[in-house]
């Protein structure tokens, strides 16, 4: 008997043919982030199940234990994660939906199983191109994620055991906890024109309170008086979600520079908000 289901096996795999095909949740191994990210090498790949913070913004998606923050062995304590094709969880999607209007990054707490990829081998050396262009190419593959800033990469095949976030659950090492707010709406800022005039240049720092996504106070730790009133000014206009509270503080440079005869006097408005707003006029030479 043993003989011939043998033989009925080979049989079956001569053909191309093979038995129910085997889960990947069924032969992952259960371990922590860290446990992984410390063991695999390079070129290996890893069925693995893993319980972390699944983290999600406009140049992430990572996976993350806040109870392990930094590894005892010393490596990335974070990965890449990508979803596999056709892979979806209704309460996760659900949760991060939920958190669309939010300033901050989406996160929830998962388990998820999935191929975990080790960094990717280095290339032979291709002696056709220069020593700088063949290194390049050989490294190429090596990281994954947003500007290859990850080691490793998670390819998601089962979500499950999805949960919500505390606000104080910790956030990744290297990556503090968002400290001010997205600016939905505001008026561009001018270069207060007595100043202008006279070539008052400088930096504004002000400090700024938000209460249900309106600026409830301003208060200007430093900066000359006649640039200062233009800062609080358009800083009052500044508009947030309305679920938004926060603290925090934002920085006005006002400058002057030569122009080309011909060229545009207006201002030159950069606005990396909320954190900084730089306003370059034409210096007025005459």
């Not at 093979?18 to 982030?33: D, E, G």
């Not at 199940?49 to 062995?73: F, R």
């Amino acid at each position: 008997m043993k003989r011939e289901l043998a033989s009925a096996l080979l049989l079956m795999f001569s053909m191309g043919c093979a038995a129910a095909p085997v889960t990947a949740s069924a032969v992952a191994s259960r371990t922590t982030l860290c446990e992984a990210l410390g063991s695999i090498e390079a070129g290996e790949r890893r069925i693995v199940t893993i319980s972390g913070i699944y983290l999600v913004g406009a140049e992430h998606q990572i996976l993350y234990d806040p109870n392990e923050l930094t590894c005892l062995i010393d490596v990335q304590p974070e990965t890449w994660v990508e979803l596999a094709r056709g892979v979806t969880n209704d309460e996760l999607s659900r949760l991060l939906r939920r958190q669309r209007d939010s300033w901050e990054s989406r996160r929830a707490y998962v388990t998820i199983t999935g191929e975990l990829n080790g960094p990717g081998l280095v290339a032979p050396d291709d002696l056709s191109f220069p020593q700088i262009a063949a290194f390049a190419n050989r490294i190429r593959n090596r990281r994954y994620g947003h500007l290859n800033g990850y080691r490793t990469k998670l390819v998601v095949t089962e979500v499950s055991d999805v949960k919500s976030v505390p606000e104080s659950m910790p956030w990744p090492s290297g990556r503090s906890t968002p400290a001010v707010p997205a600016v939905r709406r505001a008026e561009v800022p001018q270069y207060p024109e007595m100043a202008w005039n006279v070539g008052i240049t400088g930096d504004v720092v002000i400090d700024v309170e938000v209460s249900g996504g309106q600026v409830s106070k301003t208060e200007v730790r430093s900066g000359d008086r006649m640039l200062a009133g233009e800062a609080v000014r358009n800083v009052k206009t500044w508009q947030f979600a309305t679920d938004v509270s926060a603290t925090f503080t934002t920085t006005f440079s006002f400058n002057v520079e030569a122009r080309n005869t011909g060229e545009s006097t207006s201002p030159r408005v950069e606005l990396d908000l909320p954190e900084r707003v730089r306003i370059t006029a034409a210096r007025n030479g005459w």
